[in-house]
């Protein structure tokens, strides 16, 4: 099993650009979830899915979509980047339900100029 | 609403020294649940431990282990004889049911940097 990937591994934006975050997961897991790293404010949540078809807002979701059209995959569709999108952005999976460990990716890091 | 305060920002030890991260977390469910992750200097994520707010055993795994409290909402993690290849960012992390049907929060504090000097 790959677990969560994550694509590309590295990229930069000018302001206004749009672009999507991959990320699969071979798992067959329900839930899946995209968070943002930023130094000293720890992993913010910002969209999750519990199914195909099913997804919510998390604490930051503004300037951010997401759809969920397969078990397999979660893209996050930045519609026109802002410098304050610069962060690390982890995709995580899991079993379903608050009680389960997420399995994260390795990260997304993005720089918007 | 919640939170999670991981008050210790950075922490310095040497080797072989024993450290405690602390973790205090805010809820008003009555069930919930909380977790340890490591992020090591490569930058993934690792799970170590998770507990539910109905099992207050403290637990050990090798030099790890892990004191919950529920009377002060506390989740605190110690390494015993701490090594190198503990230096990481270590998270702590409240799960609570929240949003439309199945939905939950997950909420991360904001990390102890953890250097562990030869």
């Known amino acids: 099993n790959a677990g969560v990937t994550q694509t590309p591994k590295f990229q930069v934006l000018k302001t206004g650009q749009s672009m999507t975050l991959q990320c699969a997961q071979d798992?067959?897991?329900?839930?899946m979830s995209w968070y943002r790293q930023d130094p000293g404010m720890g992993l913010r949540l910002i969209h999750y899915?519990?199914?195909?078809?099913?997804?919510d807002q998390g604490e930051v979701p503004n300037g951010y979509n997401v759809s969920r059209s397969t078990t397999e995959d979660f893209p996050l569709r930045l519609l026109s980047a802002a410098p304050s999108q610069t962060s690390v952005y982890f995709c995580a999976s899991g079993t379903g339900g608050s009680y389960n460990e997420q399995f994260f990716g390795p990260g997304t890091r993005l720089t918007v100029l | 609403a919640q939170k999670v305060t991981q008050a210790q920002t950075e922490i310095s030890v040497v080797e072989k020294e024993d450290v405690t991260l602390d973790c205090v977390y805010e809820t008003r469910d009555t069930t919930y649940y909380l977790f340890w992750y490591k992020q090591p200097p490569s930058g993934e994520l690792v799970f170590l431990i998770r507990?539910?707010?109905?099992?207050?055993q403290n637990e050990i795994s090798g030099r790890y282990s892990w004191n919950f409290q529920k009377s002060t909402s506390s989740f605190n993690f110690t390494i015993t004889a701490s090594q190198v290849v503990d230096s990481a960012v270590y998270f702590c992390a409240l799960s609570v049911i929240s949003g439309v049907g199945q939905g939950f929060s997950f909420i991360f504090g904001k990390g102890t940097r953890l250097l562990v000097k030869p």
């Open positions: 798992m067959n897991h329900e839930y």
């Open positions: 507990r539910n707010s109905f099992d207050e």
């Open positions: 899915s519990v199914g195909a078809g099913i997804t």
